[in-house]
């Protein structure tokens, strides 16, 4: 750490200095200039540590003795962790198709008609998304307890918190966002579109699947991937809707934080922060992808 | 009205019955009538915002009028959804579908048909001939000029051969040459295949030269309908008269009529002798339509007809095939003459020049009185 933000310093220092050489630059860009590099050094610097010291041949503290694979070479091998790895992908993978489903058919009725209260619901779909992970969690986790005690003395069933719970907790907060980004590819879609398949002769169900759904479907593709990359992100949520024995990957970090941060704990993280990233991007890419189309 | 002879109970392509569009309390179209025979090439001509697109997307079915009604065919078309009328739209924003090629956009109307693929692929071979585009198949709509995008849209709506093609403005966006070209290919297209067309455009000229019958509209309302002819030579409103070709407007008042000659005094005290085409009465306010070409100018003594006015030469514009010329009437206002270039010759002697003094005349059968 110390090494880096003597680097920044440096950076910092070697930065304030250019204006007296070259005095066409005004000081406000310089300030500005210098307050971006401190803002990205101190959105990265914590992960560019986390990253190195994955490779950090030390077991314990944070002193630098060399570098390892060993780390990786340990993931790999652990049973508990693929199993955990196993349990994030599968939440992910149905929670991100249930919420896409979901999420599209809502943006595409919010989209579509200009029924009274269009917009008190327009932005409900956003609350998922602004309000904190904590509160989500605990509403869910209460909205579960409630309905399992009524279902009891309803129907007799027996239900527990367990990794279905889990999966529908996740399809509650993902709807929000696959319909936000949907919503956006369908307000780039050009209506008149539609009427001109209209006046080709295609019946509305023939203009859907041939013309809006194809020019729509980055998007869609697009949201799920945020979907999933949600999901497999999510812990707050996680873990206050899982039931005893479930485990994904960031539970199982959790869970695996004592006193200190191992460096398997850091190899972890770096897998799933390479894995988030790449999901992000295609999901950049995919919503890119139309807005470059429809043009 | 009918161009291939009067039917004994004509059954009627399109017929629009009172029909009124209004947005939000303002009416884009109001209490349009009209009749437009099966085969006929009927234009719509009109300032920016008097309603023609309004109007075509009413036939199409994409707005439903406010009032009135639509009868395509003879079958009244109340709420009958867009994709059951047979009628297709050459739209003025094309509106081609981004994700498919070229030759998917123009098959698609085709494929909504069912009809069988290997005619389609001749098809549409033949419909991207017709508007030039042979090799332009497999591009997507982007990759494309927007000259090149209209022909697609054109090719698109022209392969269904529908009863009724609507066209709003199908040409605006190609260069002259390329625009005369087509002009004539869809003129050929609509009689060989008996199409009847509805045609929006801005350009004057094209809607003579193609339309059986114009109808030029203003703020919604139809103010005038008729063959080109009759729409330049009677216009029946100041508007028509003046949004149809040019024309020199002199205001005045109804002193006598006479053999269908109406005796006006402008206000400035010229007495000027036109044909009324509505009845007028002495006493009436009225307005004189002159067109520039058909006014002659005169050196010399005073010519010995009953409209010659003293004027004197402001300014010339030689323009090849004619002359313009801007001349002072005695009252000080100004007044525009165009004359043929009818002899080839660069003798300076030959064309007035500014400041030169001259009688301008006309017939009476070339001044027309209008009431409006
Ligand atoms: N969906 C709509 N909502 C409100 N007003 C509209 C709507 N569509 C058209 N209008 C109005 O109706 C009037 C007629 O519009 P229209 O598009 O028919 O004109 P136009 O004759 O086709 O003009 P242009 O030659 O510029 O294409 C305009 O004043 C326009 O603003
Ligand atoms: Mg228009």
Not at chain 1, 67 to 84: C, F, H, M, N, V
Not at chain 1, 224 to 250: H, I, Q
Not at chain 2, 98 to 114: D, I, T
Not at chain 2, 128 to 143: I, N, S, T
């Amino acid at each position: 750490m110390a090494k880096t933000l003597a680097d920044a310093r440096a950076n910092v220092r070697h930065g304030g200095e250019r204006p007296v050489t070259r005095k066409r630059v005004p000081w406000g860009a310089w300030a500005l200039r210098i307050n971006a590099l401190l803002t990205y050094i101190f959105l990265y610097a914590p992960i560019v540590i986390l990253v190195l010291f994955s490779f950090n041949a030390a077991k314990f503290g944070t002193r630098w003795t060399g570098w390892t694979s060993q780390w990786y070479r340990d993931l790999w091998q652990s049973e508990k962790l693929q199993a955990a790895a196993w349990t994030s992908i599968k939440v992910a993978s149905i929670s991100t198709l249930i919420a896409t489903a979901i999420g599209t058919l809502a943006a595409l009725a919010l989209s579509k008609t200009r029924w009274r209260g269009r917009r008190a619901f327009d932005s409900a779909m956003y609350l998922p998304v602004i309000i904190p992970d904590i509160v989500l969690a605990v509403a869910l986790l209460g909205f579960f307890t409630l309905s399992f005690r009524g279902l009891q003395s309803w129907l007799g069933l027996n239900l527990q918190l367990g990794l279905s719970t889990v999966i529908i907790a996740h399809v509650a907060f993902n709807i929000s966002y696959v319909t936000v980004v949907v919503r956006a590819s369908l307000a780039n879609f050009d209506q008149r579109l539609e009427e001109a398949a209209a006046d080709l002769g295609a019946a509305p169900w023939q203009i859907f699947w041939r013309i809006k759904l194809p020019l729509i479907l980055p998007g869609i593709l697009g949201g799920a991937l945020l979907a999933f990359t949600l999901s497999l992100d999510d812990f707050v949520v996680t873990f206050f809707a899982r039931g005893p024995g479930v485990n994904t990957l960031t539970t199982e970090v959790y869970g695996r934080i004592k006193r200190y941060v191992s460096p398997e704990i850091n190899a972890i993280s770096t897998v799933m922060l390479v894995l988030s990233m790449v999901l992000v991007v295609l999901s950049l890419f995919m919503q890119r992808r139309q807005s470059s189309r429809t043009v | 009205m009918n161009p291939h002879g009067p039917a004994a109970n004509p059954v009627w392509a399109v017929e629009l019955n009172h029909v009124t569009k209004t947005f939000h309390g303002t009416a884009a179209v109001c209490d349009v009538n009209l009749r437009i025979a099966d085969g006929e090439f009927f234009s719509l001509l009109g300032p920016s915002g008097c309603g023609k697109t309004t109007l075509l997307r009413m036939i199409a079915g994409f707005e439903a009028p406010s009032d009135g009604s639509i009868i395509i065919g003879g079958t009244s078309v109340g709420d009958m959804p867009p994709h059951r009328r047979d009628v297709n739209t050459v739209f003025q924003s094309y509106a081609l579908f981004p994700h498919l090629s070229v030759r998917e956009n123009v098959a698609f109307g085709l494929q909504m048909k069912g009809v069988p693929k290997a005619e389609i692929a001749t098809r549409v071979q033949a419909a991207l001939e017709l508007v030039q585009l042979p090799g332009f198949g497999d591009r997507k709509p982007r990759q494309l000029s927007g000259g090149q995008q209209q022909r697609v849209a054109l090719a698109r709506a022209v392969i269904n051969r529908p009863k009724v093609l609507l066209l709003d403005e199908p040409l605006a966006a190609l260069d002259l040459k390329l625009r005369k070209e087509m002009q004539i290919e869809l003129k050929m297209l609509q009689e060989r295949l008996g199409i009847t067309f509805i045609f929006v455009t801005h350009d004057q000229e094209e809607a003579l030269s193609l339309s059986d019958r114009i109808a030029v509209m203003n703020h919604g309302s139809v103010l005038q309908v008729g063959p080109p002819a009759e729409i330049y030579e009677r216009p029946l409103t100041q508007f028509v008269a003046d949004f149809i070709g040019e024309c020199n407007f002199l205001p005045g008042r109804v002193t006598a009529i006479s053999d269908g000659i109406a005796e006006v005094e402008t206000s400035s005290a010229l007495r000027i002798s036109g044909t009324a085409p509505q009845p007028v009465a002495p006493g009436d306010q009225v307005m004189i339509a002159i067109r520039p070409e058909k006014v002659r100018l005169i050196e010399g003594e005073r010519p010995s007809i009953s409209n010659a006015f003293p004027v004197q030469i402001e300014r010339v514009a030689y323009i090849g095939s004619d002359t313009r010329i801007i001349v002072r009437l005695p009252d000080g206002s100004s007044f525009d003459v165009w004359e043929s270039n009818t002899i080839s010759t660069l003798d300076p002697a030959a064309y007035y020049a500014a400041g030169d003094k001259a009688w301008l005349t006309w017939t009476p059968q070339n001044a027309l009185v209008l009431t409006e």
